[in-house]
């Protein structure tokens, strides 16, 4: 099973002249529907192979290029620990699956590129956040989105207390006690009991603050937000020695040790949210102030070509849009009032996987959240 991430719309970019399949479907968690949870995929998979042959793939090349999916069906391991949505990606050279926070509607697409557009919530520029959690037992850090929240490997990453202030020697005189995780060199991470410390104890916890900001930025990515959580007396001293420079400023306070993350997930969103919709708002105002001049569009055409060329900042997309049609060998666009068939692509779900590779941002609205009133609309940077 494989984990998405931004290095993957490469992999959504590639266009050759063979089929490629995308499959997406909810998947419940619970009762009579969980049931039948390899039932769809069944279904789904005959849907595939049938829009294969009506594009005159011979029966047994679409049961071959099929049969890794079929595999999952009657697979009971698969289908343990799944998420809201499942997301399928085939073609005669690869097969890619991915368990995704995004419950779909089911859908079928065979084109000669793979169809990104439903996963575009998981790539939204503010998705990604961190929490340090500061407990009296070890440190835990959390990678999260508005979706998922998962653990990162500390132990191999930040430096154990024990290791970084050798507290071993003081261990009579300051009453710590070690906790379960282990640090690069294999010693036991330790921390203090109690909430007030002294200015000795302080000093000491400050020298370990430093120790692990020294080392966070090789592991949090493209500045995503920090949220500190662990006991009050703890997160001003780590704010102390805090270099980062997109740590927020509310945290979430109270015993860390034993929380789970989904339930430091929780706590974290709500702070994060706000921080979260702010750079799409302000895109969106961004775009509304602009109207009428050459720094925005809702031309699909030159959304493509900007697109191609990084000129796009940030595109917006109506949840649902699709526009079918191909590009042409000279590089012209023709647009197609039909449905998928032949060698059409999904061009506003080209424009996404563009905007993106060149570092723009895009966003999945409602439709009565477009500011273009369009199905699709662009912010140039130029």
Not at 40 to 49: C, F, G, I, S, T
Not at 176 to 188: I, M
Not at 273 to 284: D, G, L, Y
Not at 287 to 315: M, N, P, W, Y
Request: hydrophobic share 40%; glycine share 8%; with cysteine.
């Amino acid at each position: 099973m494989d984990r998405l991430t931004r290095e993957d719309l490469k992999f959504f970019a590639a266009d050759d002249s063979r089929w490629r399949i995308s499959l997406y479907m909810p998947v419940h968690k619970a009762g009579r529907e969980k049931e039948q949870n390899p039932i769809r995929l069944k279904n789904l998979v005959r849907r595939a192979e049938e829009g294969l042959e009506e594009r005159r793939m011979r029966s047994p090349e679409a049961e071959q290029m099929l049969r890794p999916a079929r595999k999952l069906v009657d697979d009971p391991l698969f289908w343990q620990n799944q998420s809201d949505g499942l997301a399928l990606f085939i073609s005669g050279d690869s097969f890619r699956c991915f368990r995704v926070p995004i419950h779909f509607q089911e859908l079928s697409v065979i084109s000669t590129r793979f169809h990104f557009t439903p996963l575009l919530p998981l790539f939204e520029d503010e998705g990604r956040f961190y929490i340090l959690a500061l407990s009296q037992n070890m440190i835990r850090l959390l990678e999260a989105t508005k979706h998922t929240v998962d653990e990162v490997d500390v132990e191999s990453l930040l430096p154990a207390l024990g290791e970084a202030l050798q507290f071993d020697r003081f261990e009579k005189q300051l009453q710590f006690h070690t906790g379960t995780s282990t640090g690069r060199s294999g010693g036991r991470a330790a921390m203090y009991h109690g909430h007030d410390p002294s200015d000795e104890e302080k000093g000491r916890l400050l020298r370990w603050f430093h120790r692990i900001d020294d080392d966070l930025p090789g592991i949090l990515r493209g500045g995503s937000p920090l949220v500190l959580a662990g006991v009050e007396y703890l997160l001003p001293l780590y704010r102390e020695a805090n270099s980062y420079p997109s740590l927020v400023e509310e945290g979430i306070p109270g015993n860390a040790d034993g929380a789970r993350p989904e339930e430091l997930h929780s706590k974290a969103l709500a702070i994060i949210e706000p921080i979260m919709t702010k750079s799409r708002e302000e895109a969106i105002a961004k775009f509304s102030g602009l109207s009428g001049t050459g720094k925005v569009s809702a031309d699909l055409d030159q959304i493509l070509e900007g697109a191609d060329h990084g000129r796009v900042e940030v595109l917006f997309v109506a949840e649902g849009a699709w526009k079918w049609g191909r590009i042409a060998p000279d590089g012209s666009i023709v647009k197609s009032e039909g449905t998928e068939g032949g060698a059409e692509e999904d061009l506003i779900n080209l424009a996404a996987v563009r905007t993106l590779l060149n570092g723009g941002s895009a966003y999945a609205l409602q439709r009565d959240r477009m500011p273009c009133g369009e199905e699709v609309c662009a912010l140039y940077r130029y």
